[in-house]
């Protein structure tokens, strides 16, 4: 079995609503999966599952064969998550922030001042290095913790609607970051609401409703992005005015 991510029976409850049900899911290394559905889907509660940042009320998550729930210190370093929240500290220079991270990831001394100002010219931070993270707009931040994400090479990324707060440079230049990650078998999985990105960028396509996985195709089974719009439509729009997804 080639899968980094297997998922099975996965439940989720939040006091009496049901945030997950049932699902099961199988992610394969390198692969690169979108994430589409609604308002209140399921999305992020499966994606924290996954990053161990809380436990489901059912079923296991496997990460190379290695259960989240029991050994959540070895997933967190295989996983760089880039989400709504970015996980910085204010006061500490972006190059600071930096530094903490990689020596928490466990980046040699000798080596991480390099690391570090290689991911910052990455993301077009460089000049800004010296300056507090606190000070940043709020794509600058979202830049940072892209940076943070990516520091340690993780094997698997998992992205939150990682557009958010991005211009238009900055997009491309993250879409250009995210796809140079793949030369080494990265898997990356993203929640995302800009349809026509996803399918441009990724091999697979779920939608999820109501805490189910309701659609789960390789993008070659697809014919254009027009037909997933339309399949999105037929999934989500019978019990929601369709919000959550988008052209731009
Ligand atoms: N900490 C929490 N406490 C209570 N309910 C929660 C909590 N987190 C999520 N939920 C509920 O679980 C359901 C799924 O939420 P989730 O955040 O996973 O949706 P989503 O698909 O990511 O939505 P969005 O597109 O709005 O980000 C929602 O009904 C939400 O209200």
């Given amino acids: 079995m080639d899968s980094i991510i297997s998922i099975t029976g996965l439940s989720k409850s939040f006091g009496r609503r049901q945030a997950l049900n049932n699902i099961d899911l199988e992610i394969k290394k390198g692969e690169f999966v979108a994430v589409f559905g609604p308002n209140g889907a399921g999305k992020t509660t499966i994606l924290k599952i996954m990053s161990t940042i809380i436990n489901p009320s059912r079923g296991s998550v496997l990460v190379n064969e290695i259960d989240a729930k029991k050994h959540p210190e070895k997933i967190r370093g295989m996983i760089g998550a880039i989400s709504h929240e970015t996980y910085l500290y204010d006061e500490l220079t972006a190059r600071e922030n930096l530094v903490f991270f990689g020596r928490m990831y466990g980046i040699e001394n000798n080596n991480i001042d390099e690391k570090v100002d290689s991911i910052l010219k990455s993301v077009n931070l460089l000049q800004r290095a ?66 026509e990105r996803a399918f441009e960028l990724c091999d697979r396509m779920l939608i999820m409703d109501k805490g189910e996985i309701r659609f789960d195709k390789l993008k070659t089974e697809i014919e254009s992005v027009d037909d997933f719009r339309e399949q999105y439509l037929s999934i989500v729009e019978k019990d929601t005015d369709a919000e959550g997804i988008s052209n731009v």
């Fill in 130 to 195: 010296d300056e507090r993270a606190g000070s940043f707009s709020r794509g600058m931040k979202q830049r940072l913790s892209i940076a943070r994400a990516l520091l340690h090479k993780p094997e698997i990324l998992l992205m939150d609607e990682p557009y958010t707060g991005l211009d238009q440079h900055a997009a491309a230049n993250f879409e250009r970051v995210l796809m140079s990650t793949g030369d080494s078998d990265v898997t990356r999985i993203m929640i995302t609401h800009n349809i």
